[in-house]
């Protein structure tokens, strides 16, 4: 298959080349960052990789007397018109040019990014694939989002399908961006996934993995990875709305989630409420800085996984690993480049490399998510620290 857009979007970059190709170069990429660490474990892939994003963003722009909806071209930021996306979610795509007409018959003028000027931004669409409820949300700048009622019902009329319409404010200049204001304009302005078997609510600014057929598989390798055996504490740090930390629940003895996003850590409440897990202590922290003061308090700490954002763990955060000394370190990485970084410094500070496993969460791109195994390499070389979490002045109620 092959997209017509290819030349236009620049999205996917490697809609040049065959699946297993595509694997292919992925798996060499991670040989080279890699390689030195550790044997790698052959990528795996997707048993049909279209259609595979939960979560769709579209811009929109005014264009020979209509208007049209499509991505930011990577290379110049022009909206090209994309009407049939090969990775996007398909009903999310049949919403996205849904609003583009009722954007034009409303007579709402879109957002232009160079000059500031126009009223809708974009919009997010998330859909839970385990439970089918969809998500919009309406990207405005600020101000009267006039006929804002009939355009929610003439929405709705069109895709009944829908389980909230959120309209979300932002006055930045930043595409494809959210704003801190949401407010809620049809349902309950969250909809809730099934992953491994447990039930997690998503809010518009929440993070949550796009793939959730790889996200299975990755995950399932992080928790073979720990090794759990019901003894250990865990640290599950930059935990989003605590997915990670809940699947290694039933196989830890306790469970610290650390997240800086206050919407992500109202998600993860609710999720451990509504999955019965009791062994989980949650924190609304920067990661790098819960991790400083845990290493200046006393309790063991077994296990620490750490899932983050592209740029990597800080300095920070792996000196606080190295002091923390936990027997393992099962670190997920959406980029290889800073992975082989933080992991070059928890090598030489006492860790060896025992698995890594990528796998592909996003074909047809660049993109590569590894997850990988680090033990400590000798007990002795360990200061054995304990911390009191009740002390810790940002758990969440």
Known sequence: MKCPYRKKCGGCQLQNLEYNEQLSFKQVKLIKLLGRFCHIDEIIGMEDPHHYRNKLQAAYTSRGGKIVSGLYQSSS???????????????????SSTIAK??????????????????????????????????????TKSGEFRSCRSFV???????????????NINDGRIRLSLGKQNETLYGDGYIEDILMGLRFRISPCAFYQVNPVQ????????????????????????AGTGTIGMIMADGAKKIISVESNSDAVKDARVNAKNNGIKNIDIYCADAGKFMVE???????????????????????????VVTLSPKKVVYVSCNPETLAR?????VKNGYKVTAVQGVDMFPYTEHVETVVCLSREKADDYVRISVHTKDLQTKAN
């Open 77 to 95: 930021g022009k909206i090209v018109e994309i009407s049939d996306c090969m990775i996007e979610d398909e009903i999310s795509a049949k919403i």
């Open 102 to 139: 009722l954007i034009y018959s409303f007579k709402i003028k879109p957002y232009d990014p160079e000059r500031g000027v126009g009223f809708f931004r974009h919009v997010l669409v998330r859909r839970g694939f385990g439970t089918g409820e969809i998500m919009v949300v309406l990207v």
């Open 153 to 167: 019902n003439a929405l709705l009329e069109k895709h009944p399908e829908i389980t909230t319409v959120v309209r």
């Open 215 to 238: 996200t299975e598989v990755l995950y399932g390798k992080a928790k073979e990875f720990a090794g759990l055996t019901g003894n250990e504490t865990v640290i599950d740090a930059y």
């Open 294 to 320: 845990l290493s200046h308090n006393h309790e063991s700490i077994d296990v620490v996984i750490t899932d983050p954002p592209r740029a990597g763990c800080s300095r920070d955060f792996l000196h606080s």
């Open 342 to 346: 933080d992991l070059s410094y928890l």
